[in-house]
């Protein structure tokens, strides 16, 4: 049940059933005096009719002394409970139980004959006032009481009971109440801030066994959600802060060499003395070599760097396929030519797709240079793109067709292949990862990087929602396959 639902009925058990309770025991205090007012008005008026014939004796309406009117009226007169006055027929009083002597008082007649012959029954008595007849002349009038006392305790009594009842049921209504909130609301929300007390403390992942379905369970499903995200986020950060470390320990220890290079260049040309003219040429070109090295490692770092950042955005455009690839695959033949390796290009895809060209160009420099490193002269390389419905190029190592149908999924691809020295296996997981140098064999000392050029192109086609994957074969070459969404 929802924290909100059961507040309501809580709320409303709370306020409204103390009231019907209330409403309850009134009813049944009324019921009880309705059906004891009937019986105790019927036992009292037998017991005042039992009185009223000794009332009726003539002689006890005229004036004569106390003691001697007190001898001539009925027993039950004198008992304690029942109350008399007597009056002579012109309204004056002659007797009156309630008084300690005898008192004679005029009263109004008008007033004495009010209500004659009907019994009022009061919370503390029962009241009847008749007149005495003589010769059918009226000579006097008597009002009798009888006391109900029995009655008014058994109704004090029985009201203390209710009340009691009442204060007790208000009490464990009450009770029952403080009790399902501690269990519903104050032992989960204190177990889960003693949870975030101590996931604040220790930074140790905090689980709760048992959850409601209600609104605390869910804020504690989040809750251990959150903590699994804060832990993902910390463990990314101490990622990324290892990977800068890394990144300036690599791109320091790397940048050493070229720069210790070109001071020693520099130092033997400032002795032009002793350097022939070819040898001050041929130190000019190193100079030149690796100045363009070093700028060349100093643009991956900071393509890298922009890439890693969570605040770059790249920026995508809408462009026809077939005339972008067609743009961005020019160049690559006069490369491949110099360094006496086949070049097989293959386009076919049509629509649209989201590129963003200046990285595009990046993308295809990096691998393409790595594919260039690393083939062998008369050796081969293919660079191709297909849509998503267009069959793969028949230059595809046929080892990775299989695979590479289901990498393609639908999407567009970006084929780059050469027939050099394969990965094994050990390490081809690695040479995506930044500032990897590649295997002992694969690379030369003159031919190493700063080992980001992999890296940023697998960044780059996952800035264009696409994906990279990297296959090898031996006695074959390697693939290099980028699939991005097609219009």
Known sequence: MKVRTWLIITYLVVMLLPLAAAYGFFVLIQEWDRSKRIADTFELTQQIQGIEDGLQDPELYEMQPLSKLESKLPNRVSEAGVSLELYRSDAVRIYSSEATKQSIQQINRSQLMENLYQYDLSYHSLTVKKPVFENEQIIGVYELSLDRSEWVSGVESRRTWIVTAFIAFFITV???????????????????????????????????????????GQLMHHFEKMQTQIESAQAETKREQEEKQLMMASFSHDIKTPLTSLQAYAEALENEESLTPRERKDYMQIIKRKSVHLKGMIEDLTTYAKLQSNQYEMPLTKVDAEEFFEMVFEGYDELARRQHVTLIKEMNITGFCYMNAQHMIRYLDNLMSNALRYTQADGRIGLGVIGKDALLPEWIFQEAHSELEAFRDGSALLLIQNDGPPISQAHIDSVLTPFYQGEQARTSDESKHAGLGLSIAKQIAEKHDGEMKLWSFEQRGTLIVMRFPQI
Do not use: C, H
């Not at 519903?184 to 220790?202: H, I, Q, T, V, Y």
């Not at 992942?205 to 605390?216: G, M, N």
């Open 174 to 216: 009450y009770g029952v109440m403080i009790w399902l909130l501690q269990r519903k609301l104050n032992r989960p929300l204190n177990e889960l801030m003693l949870g975030m007390s101590a996931f604040a403390s220790k930074q140790k992942i905090v689980s709760f066994p048992t959850k409601r379905k209600d609104e605390i």
